[in-house]
Every structure is written in structure tokens, then in C-alpha cells.
């Protein structure tokens, strides 16, 4: 029954309206803040949930690291993640690129790079590329309003020429590991590898003994293992799956649960740095450090070139090496002037033969 009241001039009751409520108080206000570690955190949990490789999501949390490390120092005044600007993420490119020390709280090189500051346009746009991903989806999402590197660009990187081993690099390199020892010889199969199949180096040292057909002399790398997800089947000669079958007959000699092809001297897993080190130091001994980078990816690039110089299709070293667009391909196949100069003879002496016929 509604509430009723008297007025002063007359003795009737006169009803008085009560006011209900029909929208929140805070309907017209702004979304909560998020703290740019509460923001991060929403990003990460939606792309592992999306099963993102885990090297990625690693990618993702060290860059954010860094550049919470960076605003710490430079902005400390920046606690949500609304308060990023463009300006912000431009002075945070320009300190990656000019003022960030080189090989910063690495164990051993820290004190080798002392003084050197600035990464490489490479490693910048790889930083760029993670920040980039983060703030579109947070602007997706709503979390914030204007995602602040919308109009950030990639640094201008010239190409990377990384030269191939020539014949004699490659003899030089082999003949370096001890393959009387295990590990000597693991390594002399495992560049061997390298150089007849164009594996990629977390292909490698992730390689199983089920991988291998040994009837087909085929190598079945699952998606699970590549770069692009995709299944990958790579043609292996005679001789390469009889130093397959050796290594992997030692491997059960002495670590008979081992799974992997390329294990440690105490059974366990290769790692990355590992390999990358064992042939710098391979390359050093040669004498050929100072001529070409010894690297695993140099052994990439020296199999697609000696793929193609052998009269082999593109399509099919496109197929093997395990790029979707033909650009990558190419950009591994960087000829010697040597190689187009004997190329360009091959197909001079062809047009004379053909002329000669007519």
C-alpha cells in the first residue's frame, strides 16, 4: 500500500511515487583497469588455450618480461595497461635498437659484449612481432581502447646472405670430429644429416628411432616437430641410413630405453646450444671460421643449393625443406658467383648445342 502524507492545507492524503532502480551505477563508467601483468596474463591463458607450441608462448612471456624490465626503469609511473601509448612502445623500440646491452645477464657473453648496446634490426622486429600480437588482441577484446602499435612498423633488415659451405669447407669440417669417441662420431653423423636431408636443428635433435623407415629409406617428420605443423617426409641415401643404423646400434649398447637418435654422452637429450657449439668448434679447428658461418642453418643452406645445382626440381626442394611459399625457399638459395657463372656455362653450351642442330 503506498506511503501517504498529510499537507498543510488540506486534510487529504496525497500518495507519494517511489523511485525504483533500472540501471546499475556504474553502467556509463569505463571498464575496470587492468594491471599490464593482469592484461598479459588474459592474453596468455586465450593462446594457450588456442595450443600454441610451447616455444611460442615462451617467446611471448620472456618479451613481455623484457619489456616490463623496461618500463620498470624508464616508466615506473605505468601500472595499467591503458597507460601504454605509442609514444611509450616508440622509446622502448628506439632503447632496444640503440641503448639495450648486448647478451644482457647471459652467463658467459655478458662480459665478451661488455660495452656493445643495440640488437640487431633482426631480433628487434622479433620483439616487435610479440607486442604487436598482444596489443591487437587486447584492442580485440575489448580490454583496451586503441591498440597503441597499430601503426608500429617492422625495421628495415638488408638480406641476410649466408654464404654455403663449398666442397672442400665441408671436407675440412668433417674430418674434425674424433669418430672413435661417441660423441665424435654422433657429431660426424649428425652434420652428415644435416647436410643430406636440410633438417632444421630442432628437427635433429628431436629425431626418434619410429621417424625412420628403414625399408623406404624414408624419415617421417610429424607435425607435431616442424615449424609449420605439417607432416614431412624426407628421401635418405645408403650411406646416410647405414651411419643412422650404426649410431642407433651404439644408442642401444649403452642407453637401450633412448628413443632419440642423437643423445649425450649420458643418454639424455642434445640441446640446442650444444650442437651449435660442438661445430663452431669444428669450424674453428678446420680453419674455416674466418670463411663462412658454421652453424647448423649453414648446412641447410649448402644442401638446398647442392639440391638445385644437381639438376633437382624447386617444387620438390620446397617440399623437403618444409616452406609453404616459395619466397622462403628462395631466400635459401643465395648461388656463389662461382655457382651462376658455371650455371650460365652449362646453358651456353647447351644454346650452341641446340643451334648447331637447326
Known amino acids: ?83 601504454i601509448t605509442s609514444q611509450t612502445i616508440r622509446e622502448y623500440v628506439h632503447y632496444l635498437s640503440f641503448e639495450k646491452p648486448l647478451y644482457e645477464g647471459h652467463p658467459y657473453l655478458e662480459k665478451v659484449m661488455e660495452g656493445r648496446k643495440g640488437l640487431a634490426p633482426g631480433a628487434v622486429n622479433v620483439r616487435i612481432a610479440t607486442l604487436k600480437t598482444m596489443f591487437r588482441w587486447l584492442a580485440n577484446e575489448g580490454i583496451i581502447a586503441t591498440n597503441p602499435t597499430q601503426n608500429l612498423s617492422r625495421q628495415k633488415v638488408d638480406e641476410d646472405r649466408i654464404g654455403a659451405f663449398t666442397d672442400e669447407q665441408v671436407e675440412a669440417l668433417l674430418a674434425q670430429p674424433d669418430r672413435r669417441t661417441y660423441a665424435g662420431f654422433r657429431d660426424y653423423v649428425a652434420m652428415e644429416l644435416l647436410l643430406q636431408s636440410g633438417m632444421r636443428l630442432g628437427e635433429l635433435i628431436s629425431l626418434e628411432v619410429s621417424d625412420i623407415d628403414f625399408g623406404t629409406r624414408l624419415i617421417t617428420l610429424k607435425g607435431a616437430k616442424n615449424k609449420n605443423r605439417k607432416v614431412r617426409v624426407i628421401p635418405i641415401a645408403p650411406e646416410m641410413m647405414r651411419l643412422l643404423i650404426e649410431l642407433i646400434n651404439e644408442n642401444k649398447t649403452y642407453f637401450p630405453d633412448a628413443t632419440r637418435v642423437f643423445l649425450t654422452n649420458y643418454g639424455g637429450p642434445l640441446s640446442n646450444f650444444s650442437v651449435k657449439n660442438h661445430i663452431k668448434q669444428y669450424g674453428q679447428r678446420a680453419g674455416i671460421a674466418n670463411q663462412v658461418r658454421c652453424s647448423p642453418h649453414t648446412f641447410r643452406h649448402t644442401f638446398a643449393k647442392n639440391f638445385l645445382m644437381a639438376g633437382a626440381d624447386i617444387i620438390a626442394l620446397q617440399r623437403i625443406l618444409g616452406h609453404s611459399s616459395m619466397e622462403m625457399v628462395r631466400k635459401y638459395v643465395q648461388h656463389r658467383p662461382e655457382d651462376l657463372r658455371e650455371a650460365h656455362d652449362l646453358f651456353s653450351r647447351r644454346q650452341v648445342t641446340i643451334r648447331r642442330r637447326k
Open 1 to 83: 500500500m503506498a506511503k501517504e502524507r498529510e499537507t498543510g492545507s488540506s486534510s487529504a492524503m496525497v500518495p507519494v511515487k517511489r523511485k525504483g532502480v533500472r540501471f546499475r551505477s556504474g553502467q556509463n563508467s569505463k571498464p575496470a583497469q587492468l594491471t599490464i601483468r593482469q592484461a598479459f596474463e588474459v592474453f596468455y591463458q586465450a593462446k594457450a588455450g588456442q595450443r600454441l607450441r610451447e616455444l611460442t608462448l615462451r617467446d611471448h612471456r620472456q618479451h613481455f618480461e623484457y619489456l616490463m624490465e623496461w618500463l620498470t626503469e624508464a616508466h615506473p609511473e605505468i601500472q595499467y595497461i591503458s597507460e
